[in-house]
C-alpha cells in the first residue's frame, strides 16, 4: 500500500436552516451526475445514490445532522469536494 491515495470520503454536516431539501438535493445530484463513477451520500446505516434527488431525499436530514459523501473513482475527488463545499455552504440559499 502507497499510502498516496486521495480520501475519498468527506464528512461535513447539513448547516442550512430547511436541512437537505428537495432544491438543495437538486443541487447535490447535479453535481454528483458529473462523475465518472457513483458518489454516494452515508447517514448513519443509510448509503444512497448522490445524484438521485429522491434517494437523497429519504434520508431526511435535518440542520445538524452529520452526513458523509463518498467517491468509487479516485479520479471524482473534485466532484467529491465540490458536494461538500455545496453542503458547507447550506447550498448558496
Do not use: P, Y
Not at 55 to 60: E, G, H, K
Not at 77 to 87: D, G, P, Q, T
Amino acid at each position: 500500500m502507497t499510502g498516496h491515495k486521495k480520501e475519498l470520503s468527506k464528512q461535513v454536516t447539513i448547516v442550512n436552516e430547511l436541512g437537505l431539501h428537495a432544491r438543495a438535493a437538486a443541487k447535490v445530484a447535479q453535481i454528483a451526475q458529473n462523475g465518472k463513477a457513483k458518489l454516494w451520500i452515508i447517514k448513519d446505516d443509510q448509503k444512497v445514490d448522490a445524484s438521485s434527488i429522491i434517494d437523497i431525499l429519504t434520508l431526511a436530514c435535518a440542520r445538524g445532522t452529520q452526513i458523509t459523501i463518498t467517491a468509487d473513482n479516485e479520479s471524482d475527488i473534485h466532484i467529491l469536494n465540490a458536494v461538500k463545499e455545496m453542503v458547507e455552504s447550506g447550498f448558496e440559499e
